[in-house]
């Protein structure tokens, strides 16, 4: 690890992570908001639109063709990142992972304790009655009649646990969040600008003593922080 934040990580024993699409990139997946990535490619309508409820709930099969194409990944492995934060609370020095990320990596790393403020690719349920889905589901819906991935026990449209646009935080993970966040002596902000609200309002509840930010660019967090890392997150923690 670099050694600044090994040093600041040995003094503490109630960590939290804070991190977002960064902490992907480097499993190769496509960070939403960067150049090059998802939101500055060209489609019929903006991703912003696609992946808002309202457009789930009247163009439906497209936002099925949509999500299916750009938001589930395959293959994609957790990186050193993932690691190294998933030994950290096995060690007992890390609380909690709260993510904006919907990969399911940290938890494919390990790691137990995660809060996932945008939801999961991995979890779906049927609207209609609640029976769950794994992702292969809604990918084998692909190609079956209008590609809308159905319930088998009712008919009812199965929906991806993802938080779209337009749509609340779940409250219970929001509050988990706030509260190990509340209760950190440290916290790492790492792989996120910072710019998606509500999840970046999420580190002013942080009251401990060492605020440590590693990103590839100046985030706003940057002027609080003890340490300030601008590069691979992984490289960083590995
Ligand atoms: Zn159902």
């Known amino acids: 690890m670099e050694q600044r934040l090994q040093k600041l990580v040995d003094r503490y024993s109630r960590i939290v992570f804070f991190g977002g699409a960064g902490v992907s990139t480097e499993s190769g997946i496509p960070d939403f908001r960067s150049v090059d990535g998802l939101y500055h490619q060209k489609f019929k309508y903006p991703p912003e639109v696609m992946l808002s409820h309202t457009f789930y709930e ?11 194409s750009k938001l589930i990944v395959h293959g994609a492995q957790p990186n050193a990142a993932h690691r190294r934060l998933a030994a950290l609370e096995q060690q007992g020095k890390l609380t909690a992972v709260v ?64 938080v779209l646009y337009e749509e609340g935080l779940d409250e219970a993970t ?8 509340r209760g950190a ?35 706003p967090a940057d002027s609080m922080a003890t340490l300030v890392i601008h590069g691979p997150i992984g490289e960083a923690m590995a």
């Open 58 to 68: 009247t163009h439906t099969a497209e936002f099925f063709d949509f999500y299916r």
């Open 99 to 162: 993510t904006q990320n919907i990969d399911g990596l940290h938890q494919a790393a390990g790691s137990r304790r995660v809060y996932e403020l945008h939801g999961s690719t991995l979890r779906n349920h049927c609207t209609r009655c609640g029976k769950s889905y794994p992702v292969q589901f809604i990918e084998d819906a692909a190609g079956v009649g209008d590609g809308v991935p159905r319930c088998t026990a009712c008919g009812g449209i199965v929906k991806p646990d993802v």
């Open 174 to 181: 929001l509050e988990g969040a706030v509260r190990a966040i």
């Open 185 to 219: 002596d440290m916290l790492i902000v790492g792989g996120t600008s910072l710019a998606v609200y509500p999840a970046a309002g999420l580190i002013r509840y942080f009251r401990g003593d060492d605020l440590v930010v590693i990103n590839k660019d100046p985030t």
